[in-house]
């Protein structure tokens, strides 16, 4: 074999491993695929291979990075034709090693029968779940019979998941300390003067509740505001600039540090990235189909992380804010779970940075 015939061999394999090491991050929001996203960034990092990552179409566009091995399974006419979709697309990849994101069973309980017909490594990135959806899918008993490794990436009930192999882990997150911006060049991409409060109203909500969601943080600011305080919108729906009014900006965390208070819902990412970077937070949850944002709230709730119900409820924890006005300018200091998360994947798949050279 000459020199041409065994790099084109070692780059042959080098695809093969990538697709044979599969993230299942399929469902209807976008914490899915960020952690699948921050996890393959981890691992690329220390191994230099992308693993393939199964995702929806929605929020796709946070996984056009060129560094990236991804399959977009579009949504079909109906359930069992999307459900073939996916089963026919873990098929066809053949993996090895799956980590599944969130939901044990699948978007509609097909990993059952994927896990029944074939054999590999299996990991489940563990959040918050419905507690009623736990106890309908017999959840519990599913992930003892079938997952070789549970990684808890938030606090999770202590009668959920129980598992021999379980480890907790910090959040999974977009941005490790020294990826987030400071203050100062925040403010600057985000084009807003130093002297303004910054509230950014973020949500990944369908266009119509988003907007909505953004009207009424704005008309509950403009009555406890004044020309100091300045708003800024985030969904995947605005513009790409950061400075622009509404932006779909990716990742918002490492501009965090510019904004002196968040409004949102109580999704994961919000959620932990809000405390990483101590940014006072106020969270009215929405209920989901399997996300748990009430007992997640609940769970987190501080004098910086606030839950409101309405539109009144925040208007208080505005004038309570926006009469402290202190800002806090200490560099991060928290840990990103996304390293540990790919450590451990990486112990489970046995593989190592040797496998490819």
Known sequence: MNSSQGA???????????????FYALGGGMGHIVRAVSIARAIRKRLGIDPTIIASSAFSFLLKKKYFRFEIIEPGGDGDLYREKILNKLRELAPTLLVVDALPMGLMGELGRFFSAYRCRKALIARRLRRDYCRAGVIGQFVRANYDLVIKAEKIPDDEFIHSNAIEIPPVLPCSGNEI???TEARR?????KNKFLVMAISTLNPSDTDKFFEMTYDTLMKVGNREVAIKFASPYGDKSPSSAHTSYFPLMKLMRGVDMVVGHGGYHLIHETRALDVPFAAIPIKKLYDDQESRVA?????????FKSAIELENIFKRFLGKRKIKRTKPRFVNGAIEAANEILTLSKLSQVDFN
């Open 8 to 22: 084109t061999a070692a780059i042959s394999t080098k695809a093969a491993k990538e697709a044979s090491f599969v």
């Open 181 to 183: 911006l400071s203050r």
């Open 189 to 193: 991409r985000l084009a807003v003067p």
């Open 299 to 307: 769970a987190y709730s501080s004098e910086t992380l606030m839950p």
